[in-house]
Structure formats: C-alpha cells, structure tokens
C-alpha cells in the first residue's frame, strides 16, 4: 500500500493557492514543519503543523501533513479522524481517501480501505496510486475469502498486514508499502521524485559524513529498504565506510562481504530510526542484555531508535572472523552521533547464518 | 461505479470465459432448459417453504458473471456470504471475483499453496450445483420407482446421484407429488457399494430405521459427531437384496455436515448422504421411522403418475393372488407363487415348502388380511424387480399373528414370482 506524501502535498498545494493568497508565512511554517517531518523530527513537526493550524483550522493541507505525522507516529486512530474529515470536508481530493485507505488495510479492514480507494477512484478515474492500492486490497480479499473457501488458517493474515505496514511507515519510503512488487514501482518513484529530500535519504542526511551516499531518489525507491541485504542498499554505506568491501576481499570474499553486507544494513537501519528494519537483523535467539526478556529489550531499542531524532552509526575497519560455515565473529569501531550523543566504541557483533540471511546473535563492546 | 480499472476489464472476460466452462458443462447436462435456470413451484408444505436460499444467491451470483455484471455478482456473494457464513464455494467465487479486478484468471480458485484436490472438489461442487438448477423439476412426474405409497407414508425421498439431488415426494391420496430437492454428498469413491470401507453410496430400496439427533449422536461418539452436524437418519443398508448379492459393509446413513461448513463438495463422504444441516432439518420433519423409504439411483427414469398404473396392477393382482391362495390351503397352487431361486436368507425354496406343507396340513382354516401396502421398483432393474411392505393380519384355525411383511417379487417371463419373503 501507498501511502500519499509529496503528490498529495502537490495538489492541496494548489488547493492552498486557490483557497487563500496572502498567508506566505503560514505557508513557510508548514514548510518547515514539512521538512521536520522528513527529517523524522516528528513531534517538532507536530506542533509547527498545529501552530499553523491554529490559525487556519480548515486548511486542507496542514490537515493532511498533520494525518500523516500521526499516522508516522503509529496513531491510527487520530490519524483515521483527521483524513476523514478531509474527505467530508474536501470530497474531490484522492488523496486523503487514498491514505485512509492505508490506515483502514493496516488495520485489517480491507472492506473499509476498498470503499475509501473507489471514492478516490471516483472522483479521479485516472489516479495510478489508487488503483494499485485497490490491486493490492483486492488481492488481499481475495486471499482472505481463499483462505475461507479453503477452511486454511494461516496465521493472523491481518496482523502480518499491518505488522508489514508499520516498518514500511518507518523505514519511510513510499515504495517499501509494496513489496515485492519491483515491477509496479512507478507511482512511488514519481512522488520522490516530487520530493527529493524523500525520508528514505534520512539514512545519508548527514551529507557532509557521506558525501553523495543516495544520489538519486531512483536507485532508492528500487531498494527494498526492510531487506538490507540487497546490492544497492549495500553499495551506499559501502561508499562512506573506509573501502570494507576490497579489504578482506582476498581471503573469502563471498562470504564476507553477505556478512558485512548485513552489518551496514543493520547500521543502515538504525541511522534511519527504522526500527522494523534494525530488529529484522537479530537472530530469534539473539542473546539479550542482561538476560532481559526479547519483548523488554524490543520496548526499549524501539524507544530509543523511533525517538525522532537524528542519528548516524558509521562502521569502520570490519574484521570477519568465521567461526564455522554459518557463524561469524565481526569486529569494527562503531562511531556513532545523534543530536544528543556523540561515541565510539569498539563493537563486536556474532552473527549466524539463518537461510540466506545473516542475523546478530551476540552484541557486546570491546573486542 | 464510475469506472473500472483496464486490468479489471480485461480479466472480467478471462474470467467470464472461465466460468462459461462450467456453465456449459452444466446445460449440456440438461439440454431440455436451454440452459435456464427453472423457478421453484410454490412450495407450500410445513418443512419445505424455504427454498435454500444460498445455492439461488450462488447460482444468480454465476450468472451475473456470464452476463459480465462483475459488481452485481460481486454484491450477489456478499449476500450468500453473509447469509451463510461458512459456504466455502461462495468464499471461493468471492475469491475469483476480488482477484480477477488484479489479474486475468484462467480457472476457478486461484490460490497456491493448497493441495490441488482441495480446489478442485469445490469447482466440482459448483459444477453440480449449476447442474442441478439446470434440471427441470418433476412437476407431475414421479420417479418410475415410486409405485405405490401406503397411506401412513406421508414422505418419500429419492435420490439421484448422478444430480446429487435428493427429491422430496409428499404422499397426496396415494399419488406422489414433488416439493422439494436438496444438494447432497456421495460417497468419495462414487454408487453401487460392494464392500465394507469401498467408500462409496448404495444403489436400492431402502427405509430410515431410526433417528440419531445431535445430543444422541454427542453421546455415542463424542467430539467425532462433529461430522454428522445436527443429527443423523441410519438406513437399512445392506438390506435383504444387497445381502443375497453378497454386500457387506454398515452404517450408512442420511445426516448433516460439520458445524464449520455450509455444505460438502459433491463425492467426500464415507458412503454416507450428506445434506447442508438447514436442508437435513427441513428433512426430518417428514421422516416416519421404519416408514419413510429412501430409494437411491443413478439416474432416475421420470414418468407421469398414471404411466405406473398397469404395473402397480398387475403386482396388486400377484399379492392378491397369493393371498387367496393362502387362504385356499392348496398349497402347491400357493407355493406357485415362489420362485425357484426364492430365498429367506436361512431358507431356500425346498426348505420353505416342506416348512408349508407340515403347516398348513394341520389347518382347517386361513384367513389372511393384507393392508397398508406399499409397491416401490428396484432401481438398476427392467420394471422386474419390485419391494412390497405390508401389514399381515393372520388367522388361522390353531395360529393368529399380525406382523409386517417385506417380499421381492421378480418378473419371471409373464409372470411376477416371490424371491424374498420376511418380517419388515
């Protein structure tokens, strides 16, 4: 599913246009809560929007940067409120219909989402996202009543769904809500084109650490950004972090590089605040801090890796050291900066072989 | 709506294509309705007013499809759906029609992962189910088995398996009248059962013995009831003809389907006939225990009440006939009312006229009366095999006895011979 962002804001920009000429300033502040949304910085982002929102309650646009930072910050409910009410409000927009769609499919509620996504189509018979969103929701009914027809219990099909929908929200690129789904990556593609500091970039947005990390929104939207070890999603930190890859290429470099790969995914994810994505990079039987229960131990990497901030964790100078054909032991210095908090430390990180994918089973400092 | 997408138009003739098989395959299987579906006679019985709703809103939601109405169709299923929570195949139209707005479809049920028998048992029951609304209904007609009911039977229930349809006939003045037929569940391995575990569903004459409602049923087998669904009428299976030929084999009944289904594809049961639990309860209302006969077919020959007549006469003249020469002592005159291949199971023909003979020499008088007679045709015969149930009323100089009495009598060149005779 597609979440409307920048093509959205590009229409009710108009809108805006249209409704009100002088209110330039109250424009810049929904500018700049714009780009505190995109920089994650999410209850700054919150309180320009309200701001600006104090003063023009009915403005269409801050309504809707609004519903989506609710929606970032996993408050559905709110989130389903205020894009409802644009849809009363403004009935020939496509796009609140369309993001409350998203919120209703995450939720389960394939029904609702249908019904949202035909208003949109309705009142734009063209509109690309809309019908792919409906492609998808229809695919996902038709599974459901499969599943019926067939007596199949296959898990929590609704649960996966909206389980799927959070780390897409995270990860923040309009493109992770369709995964899989290579070929039809058009429309996602044009809206970060339309928005070129795309959240996706949030990972490389200290730009000065990482020159020219994400050059181009394209490569990015094609980077399945939940599943890090994919080639161009690797190439990236590879370009900042001192040459990992050449290095120990000699001895086995195969092996290695899959398992240095996972590693800058996993830092990846962290500097992106995604949250989904840096958890997907433990193992089932990680070996928590202090014995810590896996539930705690996820409360607590979630509170500090969502927390709308700015960070960046840099790997430098990785050793593999392959215990045996499926465990590795990687040593690297880990520099790590958020607006808050500056360190480097030593890291050492074993890692399992589970399927094709590297997973963390040990994390401890030193080594 | 306004607009559909072009991937849903495209796929909305693949799949019209798709579904136009089966409905093909269902007119070629009654020709005689052009491919119509024919209305229901205004029943107005007590169980049977109701006609199964589900299997219209199915068959109109397939129509909707063939005429290319997608979203009608669409709305057609919610409604059975919603109706009946647990039909599958509506689940699975549903399906179909959900995934075919994405991608053109080339078959019905479009979903991996599953063992292919699973869909295509569901496919199978659409396949009947469209079959059977196809089917005229036997306005005025019988089933040529039916040649007589007594008047205690208020019900007959015949079975076509090559339909999967079992006909309800109400006994009016002694002439049968139709009023409902229900979808039904065959044996998996399809008729004419042979052995115990063949898994298939007898072909024959058969009466409802007891009934086995759904506490009954939780008390003899548990959790394991589950599959009989409301409850459950046995069946005389194998019964006097079937153990002659040598069947073996038991618990073949008439019953419900599990509480988390609506229905069951076509061929899935052990033997047993499977009926939707709503239409099994419609059912049970009109079964007489020890009355209500079951006669099952493969392909049920129709013909009008009155066609019956000279058969139900000339067998009505053979009872009569063998009563009178009962009554008349001569014995070799009556004993000529028996086939030589006559049987009782423990009797063979010489046996049972030595046992005649001693017994009626001590006699000075018969007197035999016969009433309550019910005449029905075996199917698979040539109009040569015949079960007749009758009550007895007999007296004699040194013995009086009522009891009721089951004979198959067999057409031997003109005439109609005794091969089976016993208690009922």
Known sequence: MTLIRGGALAVTMALL????????????????????????????????????????????????????????????????????????????????????????????????????????????????????????????MASQAYDKALQLDRGNAAAQTKLNLIRDLFSGGPQAGRPGATAKAKPPVKVASTTPAAPVAKAAAPAAAAPAAVPAPTPVAKAPAATPPAAPTAAAPAA?????????????????????QAVTGWAKAWSGNDVA??????????????????????????????????????????????????????????????????????????MVKSGEKWLIRQEGVGG | MISA???????????????????AVASAAAPAMGGHPVQRPPANLDGFSTPPEAEALLIKTLFEI???????????????????????????????????????????????????????????????????????????????????????????????????????????????RYIADYYTTIGKNGIDKYREGDKKTPLGVYHVTSSLPRDRLNLMYGNKSALYGTGAYPINYPNEWDRRQGRNGHGIWLHGVPFDTYSRPPRSSDGCVALTNEDLERIGRSVQIGLTPVIISNDIEWVTPDASAALRKELAHALEAWRADWESLDTDKYLKRYSTNFSTGKQDIADWSDHKRKVNVRKSWIKVKVD????????????????VTFEQDYASSNLTQKSRKRQYWIKEGKSWKIIYEGAA
């Open chain 2, 5 to 23: 997408t072009r991937a849903a138009r495209a796929a909305r003739r693949v799949l019209s294509g798709v579904l136009g098989i089966a409905l």
């Open chain 2, 372 to 387: 309550q007679v019910s005449m029905f045709l075996y199917p698979g015969s040539q109009n040569d095999l015949a079960v």
């Open chain 1, 240 to 260: 900042k972090t001192p040459a990992p890859k050449p290095q120990p290429a000699a001895a086995a470099p195969n092996r290695e590089d899959a398992v240095l």
């Open chain 1, 17 to 140: 246009v249209a409704l009100s000429g002088p209110a330039r300033a109250q424009a810049d502040e929904l500018q700049e809560a714009n780009r505190l949304f995109k920089q994650g910085q999410l209850d700054r982002a919150l309180d320009r929007v309200d701001a600006h929102l104090a003063n023009r309650p009915k403005d269409a646009r801050g309504r809707f940067m609004r519903g989506l930072i609710l929606t970032e910050q996993n408050k559905s409910a709110e989130a389903i409120k205020v894009f409802t009410a644009l849809t009363e409000d403004f009935p020939e927009l496509p796009e609140p219909y369309n993001n409350l769609a998203v919120l209703y499919a995450s939720q389960g509620q394939y029904d609702k989402a249908r019904t949202a996504l035909e208003m949109a189509i309705r009142t734009h018979p063209s509109y690309a996202t809309a019908h792919e969103n409906l492609g998808d929701i229809y695919a996902k």
């Open chain 2, 66 to 176: 063939k005429n290319n109405r997608l979203v009608t169709a669409l709305a057609e299923i919610e409604k059975a759906i919603q109706a009946y929570p647990n039909f599958r195949l509506a689940h699975l139209v549903k399906g179909d029609l959900l995934l075919a707005r994405t991608r053109p479809l080339t078959t019905m049920g479009n979903t991996n992962g599953v063992p292919h028998e699973r869909i295509e048992e569901l496919r199978e029951e659409a396949k009947a189910r469209l079959a059977r609304v196809q089917q005229e209904r036997p306005l005025g007609r019988v089933p040529r088995y039916l040649l007589q009911l007594q008047p205690q039977q208020k019900y007959a229930l015949v079975l076509d398996t090559s339909k999967y349809t079992l006909y309800v006939f109400e006994n009016v003045g002694g002439t049968p």
């Open chain 1, 277 to 350: 994505g840096y958890l997907a990079h433990y193992a089932p039987d990680f070996e928590t801090p202090k014995g810590m229960s896996r539930a705690d131990w996820e409360a607590q990497r979630r509170s500090r890796i969502a927390k709308p901030r700015q960070i960046e964790v840099e790997i430098q100078a990785p050793k593999v050291k392959f215990d045996d054909r499926n465990r590795a032991t990687v040593t690297f210095r880990q520099r790590y900066r958020s607006d808050t908090f500056k360190a480097d430390a030593r890291k050492t990180l074993v």
